[in-house]
Structures are given as structure tokens and as C-alpha cells.
């Protein structure tokens, strides 16, 4: 799966962030190309304007690029980070499987409309009447097909029920969700995404020393500071979205051959 991903990564023209270590004192560790357009250009404009709120919420209402301290720099957590990626990484894979289901959903009750207007028209006007709209309308040979099928196998209007989209708005549409369905959309559906998602987040910022408490706990042994630019930590936000959509492409491909996915 990981190679799958980092595939898409290449054919989208993006390259991965390198694994970030530490510098001296107050030195940037985001030397790399920010590519913010190919990392956009792999969502949909709907997923988009969901993305840039988590940008606006991660990097504290410096979501958008441009600004004029994008060159400003922070001091922050290398594990605090860690767990930011992963989030996003996350957030990623939520957002491109509701989008999936929100532009299926679309297609599914514009295709509903239409039939429904084209069957009111085949009882009004009768069947070479609709034939002549729907190569006006579409040219689609399937639809005309269809049409051409006897009355009798024609549901009428009351009888079909048309499922309307919330919204034209991703977020609206996300919205609508119940706390049930909503929590069920933002889980990872495998364990193996899990597993990627945490592989990757380590190989970035490294893996998380721990040591034992006298209460026999555990807690973080050492933790390091590293120095970014508010651009740079919007490349790895970006990069961390990407990654979780590209994940769910990725997990649904491969199960359709090895069935893997908790359903």
C-alpha cells in the first residue's frame, strides 16, 4: 500500500517532505519546495474549502498562502508535529472518502431528475418525442435506450423517489451527518491504514523515546524543538492531507483483491 501511495505521489509531480532531524539553534528545517498548487490540484474545489479550514485550525488562521509572515518562523514540538501530520493525515482520508460519496450521491439524483423530467415528457408528448429531447439534450445512446423501452416497463413519476443532496457544498453535505454516521466516516477502516499512517509519521519525525515512571507508567523520555516557517508547516499540512487521500484511493483498490477492510 505504501508503495501504491508514493506512487501517486510521483505520477502527481509531488515529492515527499525528507525525514526532518535536528539543526542547530533557531536554523529552519523546511529547506524544501513548498509545491503547495500540486498538492491542491490532486482535491476536488468542494474538498478544498474543507481542507483550508483544517489549515486555518492547525496553523492558527494562517491557512491561506500568501501572507506576509509566511517566512516567520515558530518553534515547535517534533512530536507535537508528529501527531499533527498524523491527524491530518487522517483528516485526509475522511475528506476524500465523504467527497467520493457526496459527488456519487450527485451524480445519482441529477441522473434521477433527469430520468423523472424524461418520463413526464415521454407520458405527455409521447416516445418520439422524448427520443428527439434526449438527443437535443445528452446525444447519449444509453439514455435513448432506455427511453425506448415500453411504456409498461416505465414507473410513473409518484412512484420514483428522488434523493436530493443537501447542498452543493461539500461542508453543508457533511454537516447533514449524524454524530453516528459522521464517527463512522472518521475512522480508518483497516489496520493496515493505521499502520501506514503511524510507519510514515515515524520514518518523518522519528520514533517517540519512552521511558518508565516510578508509578510504572509511561512518558515521553526526550522531545525536540525544531524551527519551521509558517510556510513550511502549511507544506507539511498539505502533504499530510494528500497523503490520506491518496491512502484511501489506495486501500479501496487493494480490496478489491485481498478483502481486507472491516465492513
Known amino acids: 500500500m505504501y508503495a501504491l501511495i508514493a506512487q501517486k505521489f510521483s505520477e502527481s509531480g509531488i515529492a515527499f517532505?525528507?525525514?526532518?532531524?535536528?539543526?542547530?539553534?533557531n536554523e529552519r528545517v523546511d529547506r524544501w519546495p513548498p509545491q503547495e498548487?500540486?498538492?491542491?490540484?490532486?482535491h476536488s474545489d468542494s474538498a478544498l474549502e474543507l481542507i483550508q479550514e483544517h489549515l486555518g485550525l492547525v496553523l492558527g488562521g494562517r491557512g491561506n498562502a500568501g501572507n506576509e509572515d509566511d517566512d516567520s518562523t515558530a518553534q515547535i514540538s517534533k512530536l507535537r508535529m508528529g501527531r499533527a501530520y498524523a491527524a491530518s493525515?487522517?483528516?485526509?482520508?475522511?475528506?476524500?472518502r465523504v467527497d467520493k460519496r457526496f459527488q456519487l450521491e450527485k451524480t445519482v439524483s441529477n441522473s434521477r431528475a433527469q430520468l423523472i423530467e424524461l418520463e413526464r415528457a415521454c407520458k405527455q408528448g409521447g416516445s418520439s418525442a422524448v427520443n428527439d429531447h434526449v438527443v437535443s439534450e445528452s446525444g447519449q445512446g444509453v439514455t435513448a435506450m432506455v427511453l425506448r423501452r415500453p411504456t409498461t416497463d416505465v414507473e410513473g413519476p409518484k412512484r420514483v423517489k428522488q434523493k436530493v443532496v443537501p447542498s452543493g457544498r461539500l461542508r453543508t453535505y457533511v454537516m447533514s451527518f449524524d454524530q453516528r454516521t459522521l464517527q463512522r466516516y472518521a475512522n480508518l477502516r483497516s489496520k493496515e491504514s493505521a499502520s501506514v499512517i503511524e510507519r510514515h509519521t515515524e520514518a518523518l519525525f522519528g520514533k517517540p523515546e519512552l521511558k518508565s515512571t516510578p508509578e510504572g507508567g509511561v512518558t515521553i523520555a526526550k522531545d525536540e524543538l525544531i524551527t519551521l516557517s509558517f510556510s513550511g508547516l502549511r507544506r507539511l499540512v498539505l502533504e499530510a492531507v494528500a497523503f490520506g487521500s491518496f491512502l484511501w484511493d489506495v486501500e479501496a483498490h487493494v480490496d478489491t483483491h485481498y478483502n481486507f477492510v472491516v465492513r
Open 89 to 96: 493525515a487522517v483528516y485526509g482520508y475522511f475528506i476524500r
Open 37 to 42: 498548487e500540486e498538492l491542491e490540484s490532486i
Open 17 to 25: 517532505v525528507p525525514q526532518i532531524s535536528g539543526t542547530a539553534k
